[in-house]
């Protein structure tokens, strides 16, 4: 697991659960990323800012739940 706070939200990665399909990616590649296993990974340094609604949109096209999104008062609104 690993978490990293994105657009003022906090997006938990569960790398045992990612079947990696690489939808979430194809939302938020400049945050996402698959790693050498193929499964997500967040990108170390991102150059570009992503919207909230698209960080939330790249989490909940996972089809296993393998992201999960928490807001700024600690609750999942994703996963």
Do not use: Y
Not at 24 to 46: G, K, Q, T
């Amino acid at each position: 697991m690993a978490e990293k706070k994105i657009a003022g939200l906090t997006v938990i990665t569960e790398p045992d659960q990612c079947i990696g399909t690489g939808a979430c990616v194809s939302i938020a590649p400049s945050h996402l990323e698959m790693n050498d296993r193929n499964v997500v990974s967040f990108v170390e340094n991102p150059t570009e800012d992503i919207s909230r609604e698209a960080i939330i949109e790249a989490c909940e096209v996972c089809p296993v739940e393998a992201l999960r999104v928490l807001d700024e008062a600690g609750e999942q609104i994703v996963g």
